[in-house]
């Protein structure tokens, strides 16, 4: 009924318009580029009527329906886009706090990782691997081994995590003493055609604490070949191995043939080089001795090798052993402890004012070193001089004990020799002091 109505007004209004148009007619005349167009006002709003018409039931409508079709795209794609953003965003929002959990970890900070395990554990419910990786180290570092030891085995079975899973039960089978159980787990990664490097120097260090020098040798070979040990330091470490196991043999023969065998495979080994001497010494081979005790000097001079030196000059009188020192430590002029050698050398020959000039010398560099303070001691009661050796005597028991051995990358020393230290765990570092 309205819509009747409706018409009717429209028709209404139109008729009046074109009666009033008709009564008063009217011109309008249009010039445009060289054309001229003179009509009524009436056919002029008529064709801007017909002009509307077309416009809009012809071309506005369709216009619309495919700016309709191109804005739900767009909407769609936008919506989309805000989905994977705050996808993306969760995601990144739940690694971070893995991440935060395991710099807690890597920190000590168990309170903090603790607090944490529930967050990660929910957002990673979808995700076995995040969430046993997490708690087998917070285990870990609760001192929960067992615990930790039966999550670490499970890592092992997820490919994803299978060499944190073996790395994990290595490391804790070390830390409990159980060194074959962690042997057995780097044999299977060693029996992989490309073993990760860290289980290539794991096992070997193992072998060697578990006296299987053979396996020891051939797996150094197979980090050589892989590049885990260049060929200096492959060549050093073979060497270790030799002289550990030389050191470990009740054989004569077999402990001579491998300490050369040691020295022949890396001549800067000083112990194997020193043992070399030694067994030439024993064999009248003095020459040859004197030869490698030279070398030795010239390349690190050393208590050790002062010593053998001396056994070398067993027999000759003390002038003749004050005489080959010095022929020693012309090989290295330079050599701070060739002051002391020359005192020692000279104190056993009664050459009292040599031997106080040397120390002292000595003691200016080394005023801490405590062999040097006792052998000032000697000379001042020799010297009859007793408050200067009450004076070193007194300074010998404050300054501490000397080492033979120590490590080059840690300086613990040591009062025996080790292919591994045994506080920085570094292969083939500890070597002799001076």
Known sequence: MIRILWNAFLLAVIALVAAWLSNNAGTVEIQWVGYRIKTSVGLLIGA??????????????????????????????ARAERIAKNKVAKEMDRYVLLAKGMTALSAGDVASAEKMQKQISKKFDDDVSKTTAFEAQLAEARNELPKALVLYTELTKIPETRLLGMRGIIRLNRLTGNLSAALDACKVLLNEKEPPSWAVSEAFELQIQEKRWDDALSTLEKGRKQGVFDKKTARHL??????????????????????????????????????????NIQKGQIRKARSVLFDLWKKSPCMAVYETYLALNASASPIDVVKSVEELIAENPDAVLNHFVLADSSFRAHLWGQAKTSVEKYLEVC?????????????????????????????VSLAEAEAPYRCGVCHTEFSEWHTVCPVCRTLGATGLAA
């Open 238 to 279: 073979k060497a270790c191995v030799l002289l550990e196991q030389a050191n470990c043999t009740e054989d004569a023969e077999e402990k001579e043939r491998l300490v050369r065998l040691a020295a022949d495979a890396d001549e800067t080994l000083m112990q194997a080089s020193l043992g070399v001497a030694q067994y």
């Open 367 to 395: 005023p801490n070193s405590r062999k040097a303070l006792l052998l000032a001691a000697e000379i001042a009661e020799n010297d009859r001089d007793e408050k200067a050796a009450a004076d070193f005597r007194e300074k």
């Open 48 to 77: 801007a009527a017909l002009v509307y018409f077309v416009f809009h039931y012809c071309l506005s409508r369709p216009l619309s329906m495919i700016g309709a079709a191109f804005a739900s795209r767009f909407a769609s794609d």
